[in-house]
């Protein structure tokens, strides 16, 4: 961390990043500009005949107050590090995004609304991270909006104590708030339900939460499958809960100044995540159709719409058509942002004057780049150390860049001791009260502890690598990747660079079981496209591993590692390669021989993570019994497919019988082997026992692979 100074010369406004961008504001100019958008919001989803428009009328004066408001906001500049991130947790309703895009002259225009939901169109159906500027992260599947927000707050808190420690609250160029408007679905995932609970454990005064409470969803009133007392569950996650109803005083009457000052309050809120609980109805002003789940997820119809237009005073008859007084003067915004931009700015440079090791880290990290040294740091393994698991391999990597590459962190649910992702003597991100005898730390640790809350956990490293600057990581077992699976696939959808270390890899954890034995979840986790799935056989290779995953920032990365120990793989022996080649994916580990040398292979054995010594051991047997065959370490089959042609043949000739062992099923082997069948795999589930026998058993030995091999090679030969 670095020291703080003073931020502020004399000649410009103080930050204060605790109150809202402006004063209330809602002229009749506003609530002219608010209703507008609503009929757009009717036009866009008639015209393309299918969408979400009720909550986006009962939200355009809540957006409207964010965005013109509350944030912190250029519409000029998507990345500016100073601004507010928004988070629209409620996909379906992404028109209340893209209207106020619109309105404030961010990269929106009409013809934008007009091709909502169609091909290529920067208004997709569902907000989308890298297709529509400002869009922060991709929202659709309830709940993970709300869940990542959690780790966008987590990173800002993270970066500011990187860079700006000491700095009063609200005054430092790398405060800022994570707002979210959520709805009554979100509310009703799980995971929502362990992320909220960690904001409040981790005490994030930087998160606001906007619920609208219509009590509307798909099938119409809630009170059929929703009805807790939400604010008391929130209170006792241990947030600041503040309850707007609009339908208090018996008629329907937007507050907008209620929720202002509910705002400001919850900025005030230095050590509790607030949620705003706002009661609403979904659709109106619509006639016949506000507070229906009709309303939800269908275009109004002809009539329904023309009535809404008469209710709020527009010509039925027109579509798409702003008033360009109105325009312009929704597009002031960007004046405003002009000028408090001019004192962050100002702020900024004044940070960067008074902390050169701090602005030296913190242009490396906006640049993406790595550490002048990270090379150098990652560790190397003698054959003479004997067995390691790779997840032992791992914790000496993670610590052996502990202090090079300060943006790295993460944890564990509730698994560090198993999975090996502490850094050690890196104190814990958490509250100075929260901690324990066995774990010390403060707001601004490195070492995150989710509990038992994998699908909490993926969602908050989504959001910590989305909001900027740090690399996360969050580890579990390999087979609670199920509980994180709609976090992973989003980060995949994303490309975003999130980072799963998934130990307990197979049947060779052993004695817990069958529950705990991973058996499909290999080719399940292959099956999302831009996931790299990276199986490394020894703990050179993990080395390797980590070095090429934090070399990449497209896509997110599931690194699987054994819990049994491994043979580190003497590579100084005659026809054994380098682990650098396990950066391409897959490469020759031993190559065949004969009596002469190196020679060319008759047989192919291709294997991942603790399989490959399996391998080693069969091409022993199948050499002394004149088979010449070569041993592919495949770590990831990701990274091998992304090689050319000439590469992967040269590895994989494909006129040589090819085989495949990994304690897994046999589905995807299939690209890279000769053919069905030709596989050592597991087709069934495991048992209670030691690793070992479970192994010997279920037939994933050298002695197995030696008898498959034998068995086709013949076949082929007699065939020849």
Do not use: C
Request: glycine fraction near 8%.
């Amino acid at each position: 961390m670095v020291s703080s100074a003073t931020h502020q010369s004399d000649t410009t406004t103080p930050l204060n990043r605790q109150l809202p961008a402006r004063e209330y504001v809602y002229s009749d100019k506003d609530q002219r500009v608010v209703d507008t958008l609503r009929v757009l919001a009717a036009d866009a989803v008639e015209k393309v005949g299918s969408g979400h428009p009720g909550t986006a009328f009962s939200l355009s004066p809540v957006a409207w107050q964010l965005f013109q408001n509350v944030m912190h906001f250029d519409p000029t500049d998507q990345h500016w590090e100073g601004r507010d991130r928004f988070i629209l947790s409620p996909g379906h309703t992404s028109l209340t995004l893209y209207l106020q895009l619109f309105a404030a002259g961010a990269g929106l225009e009409m013809q934008d609304l007009e091709a909502l939901r169609t091909w290529g169109s920067k208004t997709p159906g569902h907000p989308e991270y890298g297709d529509t500027d400002h869009v922060e992260i991709t929202t659709g599947p309830l709940g993970q909006g709300l869940a990542s927000a959690v780790g966008f707050a987590y990173n800002q808190r993270r970066v500011r104590g990187l860079l700006d420690p000491t700095a009063e609250a609200g005054s430092s160029p790398f405060d800022h708030h994570v707002f979210v408007i959520a709805s009554d679905g979100d509310l009703q995932e799980g995971v929502t339900s362990e992320a909220s609970s960690l904001a409040g454990t981790q005490e994030l005064g930087n998160l606001i939460v906007i619920w609208d409470d219509n009590k509307i969803s798909i099938e119409d009133d809630t009170d059929i499958a929703f009805n807790e007392n939400v604010e008391q569950r929130y209170e006792a996650y241990g947030w600041h809960v503040q309850r707007i109803d609009w339908l208090q005083t018996g008629n329907y009457v937007e507050d907008t100044k209620a929720l202002y000052e509910a705002i400001a309050n919850a900025k005030q809120e230095s050590d509790k995540p607030s949620l705003i609980s706002l009661r609403t109805i979904i659709g109106w002003p619509s006639p016949t159709k506000q507070n229906t789940g009709g309303i939800h997820g269908a275009k109004l119809g002809a009539e329904e719409l023309s009535g809404l237009k008469e209710v709020l005073g527009f010509n039925p008859e027109e579509h798409f058509v702003m008033d360009p007084e109105l325009l312009a003067h929704a597009r002031t915004v960007g004046e405003r942002s002009a000028t408090y931009r001019k004192n962050w700015e100002a702020s900024y440079q004044a940070w960067r004057a008074n902390n050169p090791a701090g602005a030296k880290l913190y242009d490396r990290l906006v640049a993406g780049e790595l550490p002048e040294n990270f090379d150098d740091v990652f560790p190397t393994f003698d054959s003479t150390e004997g067995a390691m698991a790779t997840r032992a391999a791992s914790g000496k990597v993670l610590n052996a860049l502990a202090d090079v590459m300060p943006e790295l962190w993460g944890g564990s649910a509730d698994l560090a001791g198993s999975n090996n992702t502490t850094m050690a003597g890196e104190p814990s991100f958490l509250p100075v009260d929260r901690q324990t005898q066995e774990w010390s730390g403060h707001p601004y640790g490195r070492t995150l502890h989710f509990g038992i809350r994998e699908h909490a956990s993926g969602s908050i490293i989504n959001g910590i690598n989305l909001s900027g600057l740090t690399r996360g990581y969050a580890g579990t077992f390999l087979i609670f990747s199920d509980y994180m699976r709609p976090a992973v696939r989003l980060a995949a959808l994303m490309g975003v660079p999130s980072i799963f270390v998934w130990t307990h890899d197979s049947i060779g954890l052993g004695e817990d079981g069958p529950t705990h034995q991973p058996v499909e979840h290999l080719a399940a986790l292959r099956a999302i496209p831009n996931l790299d799935v990276v199986r490394p056989a020894d703990a050179n290779e993990v080395s390797i591993v980590w070095k090429t995953v934090l070399s990449q920032r497209q896509r997110p990365s599931g690194i699987i590692l054994s819990r049994q120990g491994l043979p580190i793989f003497d590579r100084n022996q005659a026809a054994f390669r380098s682990a650098d080649g396990a950066a391409r994916g897959a490469y020759v580990l031993a190559e065949a021989t004969n009596d002469q040398g190196e020679t060319t292979p008759e047989v192919v054995l291709i294997g991942t993570g603790s399989e490959v010594q399996l391998a080693v051991q069969a091409r022993e047997t199948l050499q002394s019994q004149g088979i010449p065959t070569r041993v592919v370490s495949a770590p990831s089959l990701e990274w091998f497919d992304a090689q050319d042609d000439a590469y992967r043949t040269e590895v994989l000739p494909a006129d040589v019988l090819t085989v495949s062992i990994e304690a897994g099923v046999e589905q995807g082997w299939q690209k890279y082997t000769s053919g069905h069948g030709h596989s050592v795999s597991l087709e069934h589930y495991g048992a209670s026992a030691d690793y070992q026998t479970l192994f010997t058993n279920f037939g994933i030995t050298a002695e197995a692979l030696v008898s498959k091999v034998q068995s086709l090679y013949n076949t082929t030969k007699d065939r020849s």
